[in-house]
């Protein structure tokens, strides 16, 4: 059983450019989360989705960052005109119900440059 | 609001040698509590869980965690540290509805001397 796929595992973006994470989840699971790991620091919960339904988007910042969990297909996070402020690494994870064992992918590592 | 608090940024312990890795938490309600190990470039790996039941919880790769809810805390034992465990440690508490959330300490990592 394949478990979380992220991909791109490394991304470069100049300022200003879009960029786009994907996440498939583990076969059987509908739920999606994703974190932000910024440098030296701990992980951060940015949003909650089900498919096709955001269900808590409380850590998401309220500018530039959108997510969506479609009914065919990864999850993606989008990440418009970045900034440098927005080099980190990206964290999906899934779990198979609302309960609370959640697994992570590789992540991806953004970096702008 | 949840909050979790590692104290220690880093530990050095040697191989042979018991491990214990703190964990505070801050929560309203009923915690669930994990523990996650990071090795360096790579994903978080789930080590063990606290839902309910028996404070003492068994983990993988032989750590094992104990709940006290008088001192808010939820602290990572290994009675004899290899050289793979060297890694960063990652205590979470789950909030929202049903514990969906997690709310990350700062991490805790691990250097392990021959």
């Known amino acids: 059983n394949a478990g979380v796929m992220q991909n791109p595992r490394h991304l470069v973006r100049r300022r200003g450019q879009e960029a786009r994470l994907r996440c498939s989840p583990m076969k059987g699971h509908s739920h999606v989360y994703w974190y932000r790991q910024l440098p030296e620091e701990g992980l951060k919960f940015m949003v909650y989705l089900q498919k096709e339904n955001i269900i808590d988007e409380s850590g998401m910042p309220k500018e530039r960052f959108s997510a969506e969990f479609p009914k065919e297909g990864p999850s993606i996070l989008r990440i418009q005109q970045v900034v440098r402020g927005d080099s980190a690494a990206y964290f999906c994870?899934?779990?198979?119900?609302?309960?609370?064992?959640?697994?992570f992918g590789p992540g991806t590592r953004l970096t702008v440059t | 609001a949840q909050s979790v608090t590692q104290p220690d940024i880093h530990i050095t312990v040697s191989e042979g040698a018991s491990l214990e890795l703190r964990c505070n938490y801050s929560y309203g309600a009923t915690p669930y509590l994990f523990w996650y190990v990071q090795s360096p470039g790579q994903g978080l790996q789930l080590l063990l869980k606290?839902?309910?039941?028996?404070?003492l919880v068994q983990g993988i790769k032989g750590f094992e965690a104990e709940f006290k809810r008088s001192q808010s805390s939820f602290n990572l034992r290994k009675p004899s540290v290899h050289w793979s465990d060297a890694a960063e440690y990652f205590c979470a508490v789950g909030a929202g509805a049903a514990g969906n959330k997690l709310t990350f300490g700062g991490g805790t990592r691990v250097l392990v001397k021959p």
């Open positions: 994870a899934s779990s198979a119900t609302q309960v609370y064992e959640q697994y």
């Open positions: 606290y839902f309910s039941g028996d404070t």
